[in-house]
């Protein structure tokens, strides 16, 4: 059985805001499938202590770092059906970061590009096409950019990216 037509979703991620950014993504599923599901997506945000201190080399270093923008694209599939259930997906990122640290002034940039491999599951809840996607990936990071230096300090980049979070979408 084949979708009667494309079908347009757009998609946040409410975590960015919460640490001081902003998400968007635009979904496409095409009518001529009923697991395919594309879309380019922007992000920002300060990332957390958390994420920071999961590299042992940046722990406790006094580091704040925030995403300044990124742009992505992705692909997911979905078992069952788009936005309903079991998905797998994959990102291919560019990723703009500020370094700050406590113990030096100033501040640096530099750009990553990203290639993450994710999975997760969708929850449409109500009879209206809100959905609630958590999902979770690793991906391999690289910096094509920039510095990621700061006065004496050096801030490692990690070529292992691991993050989770949940995805609010609405589909037209």
Do not use: C
Request: glycine share 12%; charged share 15%.
């Amino acid at each position: 059985q084949t979708v009667e037509k494309t079908k347009f979703s757009i998609e946040i991620d409410p975590a960015t805001f919460a640490f001081k950014g902003y998400s968007a993504h635009l979904r496409i599923q095409p009518k001529t499938s009923n697991h395919l599901f594309y879309g380019v997506g922007m992000y920002a945000m300060d990332m957390p202590t958390f994420f920071v201190d999961m590299n042992s080399k940046n722990a406790d270093k006094g580091w704040q770092v925030r995403i300044n923008n990124a742009i992505g694209i992705f692909g997911e599939h979905h078992f069952s059906q788009v936005n309903k259930g079991l998905f797998v997906g994959s990102q291919i990122s560019a990723q703009q970061f500020t370094l700050k640290n406590d113990y030096q002034t100033g501040e640096e940039k530099f750009t990553n590009g990203l290639v993450m491999a994710y999975g997760g599951y969708t929850l449409q809840p109500f009879k209206f096409p809100l959905y609630f996607k958590a999902w979770g990936g690793v991906g391999y990071t690289s910096k094509i950019s920039g510095t990621a230096i700061l006065g004496d300090q050096e801030y490692d980049i990690s070529p292992i990216s691991v993050f989770g979070t949940l995805h609010v979408g609405y589909t037209f």
